[in-house]
RNA sequence: GGGCCGUUAGCUCAGUUUGGUAGAGCAGCUGACUCUUAAUCAGCGGGCCGCAGGUUCAAGUCCUGCACGGCCCA
């Protein structure tokens, strides 16, 4: 059984005695309006508009109390619903409660409860707009006192377990979630005015794929066989494409088994679009367009402050090259990035360590991420990408060494990566076998032959470009947030032993 | 995995330097108060000081280990 401490129980008992001669927790209210309503209707008008329409038309809200000042004989509080705040003007008399019903009111509320009342808008001396409460009913009970209504709730840990409180206490954690809410369905209006249909791929695969990435491994019992959470759902979406949806995408979630940071959370929201009979060059085009439009109409404006830097989200975005940067920024001399062990000293210089796998264009990756993926504070495209870090993506027509690929960066982190698919199924065979070669050798994350996918591409997939924006990174950005856990409504967290 | 920091009342925090009866504000309870908005005034109650060991006559405070969290690094 549940401890209580003091004020719970004095909660519970006052519960007990409103039980004697009421239904607790009913739910036979009708509530006919929303505090922004009233707002809307009357915070315009002066006292005496108001006064003259007192006792007239009657208003119903309901919501929860937030703040409690009493005077006696008379009262007030700030009830908020999901629409906003409004102040209750609680008194006894014609346009108040009965002898009866105000007793009941001091006696069984408290500060966290959820009631409904009736009443009259008005203006009080000081021209705040209030309801001048005529009656009321008690709808749920708050057991637990809320936190402290100054400083509120700001233990992290606290605020994260139980997310609930939070939103109850924060409103700044609301207007985060509802801008969450935002910036999917602007990508939504801007992909399905393009024709494109959304769809939802498998979230357990039988083979992981997709990504480089450790998997979560899972069991099917009926079938006895292993499942992965899935780390991408990208080759689904391109057997899409093969199947005639040449515009797709799935907005949902990928799973990932690595480690938790301010950036990483193990689940995490991903949109993942494939336009056929378009390339990467079209799809930085779409891209900068469709964030530019978002950081607008959710900010106010191209330019948005994160985390004391001003972003700048005009198209076009800065566009470089991974070759010409490790040239120009890296002190690695043009005839020189080539060299396989020119790139190892480089990367040994700057403390990396190098697994039997390395490749060069592994190496220059490692040296990319650790000079430059920080400076990249302005929307910045990467392109050209070395073809044995981009085992999905098509040769370009120029250099087999590199693939037509691109990742966004933004405040030194990465928030989309596309490219033109790699879509001739022989090459895409040679590919999964390069992955088996760097499996062999300790890469955990390389890839697993689908022989499958192979099968779907042999069928025939147009000339297709696909590309994946993480959602949580994005608003973390678009909301100024400095941990994903800030735009995830419940983050992995240990579970809390007692003892 | 490593380093640093944190964990004290429902909440927000003092108290740890220099070991000696556990503190404040909000919230709660009792009383006063018919226009406040962090209302005000008087009084009262509320503690596994994260957990487990150790040192000591004596530990919230010092030492060790563990748990959970935060930031940074890998």
């Known amino acids: 059984m549940r401890e209580f401490n003091e004020q719970e129980r004095i909660r519970i008992e006052k519960l007990k005695e409103i039980s004697k001669t009421e239904r607790i927790y009913p739910n036979d209210v009708k509530v006919r309006n929303t505090i922004l309503e009233i707002r809307n209707a009357f915070d315009n008008k002066n006292r005496e508009e108001l006064e003259a329409n ?4 009657i208003f119903s809200i309901a919501g929860r109390i937030m703040g409690w000042r009493s005077f006696g004989k008379v009262h007030f509080l700030d009830l908020k619903d999901m629409t ?13 409660l009965s002898d009866e019903k105000f007793e009941k009111f001091k006696r069984h509320l408290d500060i966290g409860d959820i009631i409904y009342c009736e009443g009259y808008p008005f203006k009080t001396k000081t021209g705040e707009l209030s309801i001048a409460v005529k009656d009321f009913r008690l709808l749920s009970k708050c057991i637990h006192p809320l936190p ?5 709730l700001s233990d992290i840990e606290l605020r994260y377990r139980k997310r609930y409180l939070d939103l109850i ?3 700044e954690v609301k207007e985060i979630f509802r801008r969450r809410n935002k910036i999917i369905s602007l990508i939504r209006e801007h992909l399905d005015k393009e024709g494109f249909i959304e769809v939802e791929t498998p979230m357990m695969h039988s083979i992981p794929s997709g990504a480089n990435a450790r998997p979560f491994v899972t069991h099917h019992n009926a079938l006895d066989m292993k499942l992965y959470m899935r780390i991408a759902p990208e080759l689904f979406l391109k057997r899409l494409v093969v199947g005639g949806f040449e515009k797709v995408y799935e907005i949902n979630r990928n799973f990932r088994n690595e480690g938790i940071s301010t950036q990483h959370n193990p689940e995490f929201t991903m949109i993942e679009f494939y336009w ?3 390339t990467y060059e079209d799809l930085m085009i779409f891209t900068e367009n469709m964030l530019a439009d978002i950081a607008l109409r959710v900010t106010g404006s191209h330019k948005v402050m994160y985390q004391g830097m001003l ?7 800065k566009r470089i090259k991974v070759k010409d940067a490790l040239i120009s920024e890296c002190g690695i001399k043009p005839e020189e990035i080539d060299n396989i062990d020119t790139l190892k000293d480089k990367a040994k210089s700057l403390g990396i360590e190098i697994p039997k796998y390395a490749t060069k264009g592994y190496l220059m990756m490692s040296i990319f991420e650790e000079m430059l993926e920080d400076k990249l504070i302005q929307p910045t495209f990467v392109l050209d990408f070395p073809i044995e870090v981009s085992p999905l993506s098509r040769k370009k027509d120029s250099d ?19 490219f033109s698919e790699l879509n001739d199924p022989f090459d895409q065979a040679e590919r999964f076998m390069m992955q088996l ?10 890839m697993v032959f689908d022989e499958d996918y192979i099968n779907a591409l042999e069928y025939g997939m147009p000339p297709t470009a696909g590309e994946g924006i993480g959602i949580d990174r994005l608003v973390m950005l678009l909301t100024d947030s400095p941990s994903i856990r800030d735009v995830i409504l419940f983050p992995l967290l240990r579970p809390e032993v007692r003892s």
Request: hydrophobic letters at 35%; proline letters at 5%.
């Open 54 to 57: 007192l006792g007239k038309e």
């Open 84 to 96: 906003g705040k409004i102040q209750l003007f609680v008194s006894r008399g014609n346009t108040g």
């Open 148 to 152: 402290e209504k100054w400083h509120g």
């Open 169 to 171: 206490m924060n409103d």
């Open 276 to 278: 056929a009979y378009k």
């Open 311 to 317: 972003l700048d989200f005009t198209p076009p975005f």
């Open 400 to 418: 087999p060494t590199l693939v037509d690929r691109f990742e966004l960066y933004i405040a030194g982190r990465e928030i989309a990566n596309a």
């Open 437 to 446: 070669e760097f499996k062999e050798k300790g890469d955990e994350e390389a």
